[in-house]
């Protein structure tokens, strides 16, 4: 395993030679990346000689035939970059879009789970650029360890000290491990809603916008797995290498069952929204509005009950929304569909980039967790799906 370790000016800096150490002792590399501000507070000499690992700080090598940029083989085989310190200033670039060094231009690059370890005065992390700034990078997935409350730079106490590396270190080692076991595991995983037709134009459908969905897929994507998408409609535009497109939930059924029988996944997690009633008959023709009609509904198919006919040694997750009896319902929604893990969450999340989450098992077990964003809940799904993988 490998980490990036970046390093900001800050007078916190010092603890990311001891962060660096202890990745060692526990066989993880590190290449340490340091900005020019850094550099009033530790040498370049120090993490070279007690990480015993090329430091980097130059965008640009004075070597003319450089074969590749020098932040894409930084890169190159890294599991995950961790920030500690990181300033206000860096927080800021890496939400902005702003690469006018090696490390931002790493941040913008990299593909990997970012972790940053901020550190400031309390001042600063208050303000509302900071929290602007810090609110982007939890929407897109980047994980933040401290703040914490105690001594600041100033003698007096304050939120905006940095975590202990020991704690860094717990935190960051927790995803890799996860990673580790991931890596190269089949996911199947569905998203969006499905549409049923009422006439040539009008349809029914629901509210779901896929960006929970989005989240465990840019999740399981960081963690190393096989991935391969069956979506639905969504609020946005998604592509990938292996995606099929469908519209309505037999093509969602007929799709996944295939994908099945040739992807043969390890995990498969059911997000799409599937229309749970279909129109009876669909007129051909517009229905004109000069008139009343009815409608009749049939109840549709149950996608994941029918699908776990093929389970086999595939982890199933699936997903339940409910306002009312909740648990009663997830439950019993886990026992039928014959699912490993079901994720509650209530109306309230539907198109929000946060989210409340229940996660039940088969054991009977309930985790509740805080409000979190979309990409912070997904991780919680995978840390479930590893106990039962």
Request: proline fraction near 3%; aromatic fraction near 10%.
């Amino acid at each position: 395993m490998k980490i990036i370790l970046g390093v900001t000016g800050s007078v916190a800096a010092f603890k990311a030679l001891e962060l660096g150490r202890i990745f060692i002792k526990n066989q993880i590399d590190v290449i340490p990346v340091l900005t020019k501000n850094s550099l009033y507070f530790v040498g370049k000499d120090s993490f070279e000689s007690l990480l015993k690992t090329e430091c980097y700080i130059e965008m640009f090598s004075k070597n003319i035939l450089q074969k590749e940029p020098i932040h894409l083989k930084i890169l190159r085989d890294a599991d995950a970059i961790v920030v500690a310190p990181c300033t206000a200033n860096m927080i800021g670039k890496f939400a902005n879009g702003i690469a006018d060094d090696l490390l931002s231009t790493i941040l913008l690059s990299t593909k990997v789970q970012v972790f940053i370890a901020p550190a400031m005065h309390e001042d600063l992390w208050d303000s509302e650029a900071v929290q602007e700034n810090v609110k982007k990078l939890k929407k897109r997935g980047v994980i933040f360890i401290g703040p914490e409350k105690g001594e600041l730079s100033d003698l007096k106490i304050g939120k905006g000290r940095m975590s202990e590396p020991e704690k860094i270190f717990k935190e960051v080692y927790e995803f890799l491990k996860l990673r580790e076991k991931f890596k190269n595991k089949k996911l199947l995983l569905t998203f969006g809603r499905t549409e049923e037709d009422i006439d040539s134009v009008r349809v029914i459908t629901n509210r779901s916008s896929g960006k929970m969905g989005k989240a465990i897929f840019d999740t399981a994507f960081k963690m190393g797995f096989e991935i391969s998408v069956i979506k639905g409609k969504t609020d946005f535009e998604f592509d990938f290498k292996r995606l099929k497109e469908v519209r309505t939930s037999y093509e969602m059924f007929e799709t996944i069952k295939n994908e099945f029988i040739e992807f043969k996944p390890d995990v498969f997690i059911m997000n799409a929204a599937v229309s749970d009633f279909i129109p009876h008959l669909k007129e051909k023709e517009k229905i004109k509005k000069d008139k009343e009609i009815e409608i009749f509904l049939n109840k549709n198919i149950d996608i994941l009950k029918e699908i776990s006919k093929y389970k086999e040694n595939t982890i199933f997750v699936g997903f339940a929304l409910e306002d009312k009896d909740i648990f009663e319902n997830a439950k019993k929604k886990l026992i039928e569909k014959n699912l490993d893990i079901i994720v509650l969450n209530t109306p309230e999340a539907l198109s929000s980039e946060f989210t409340k989450i229940w996660i039940l098992n088969k054991k009977g077990e309930i985790k509740e967790f805080p409000l979190l964003s979309k990409k912070e809940a997904s991780l919680k799904i995978f840390e479930e799906i590893i106990n039962v993988l």
